[in-house]
């Protein structure tokens, strides 16, 4: 599945940089935020801005990273 296909889900007023973010969870999997910086090459600040917009809307998901507990993992809730 693309991001195209969950469009009833995504609110229209979402910013095009948290709908990157949220393309690129859903294309990938799971990212943590340096991951995500890394693949959008947005700053850390929008990525992050983003990552909090999209949780507030449960599109997005963080808990721990087993690999670094102190980095947070994210992933898309979107399902179909």
């Given at each position: ?15 095009p940089?948290?709908l990157?973010?949220?393309?690129v969870?859903v294309?990938?999997?799971?990212m943590?935020t ?7 090459l ?9 990552i909090d917009?999209?949780?507030d ?14 980095r ?9």
């Amino acid at each position: 599945m693309t991001l195209a296909d969950y469009t009833d889900d995504i609110p229209e007023d979402l910013a095009p940089s948290s709908l990157f973010v949220l393309r690129v969870l859903v294309d990938n999997g799971p990212m943590t935020t340096p991951q995500l910086r890394r693949e959008t090459l947005l700053s850390i600040r929008t990525v992050n801005l983003a990552i909090d917009r999209l949780r507030d809307e449960g599109l997005v998901e963080s808990k721990p990273d087993i690999a670094e507990p102190r980095r947070q993992e994210h992933s898309a809730t979107l399902t179909k």
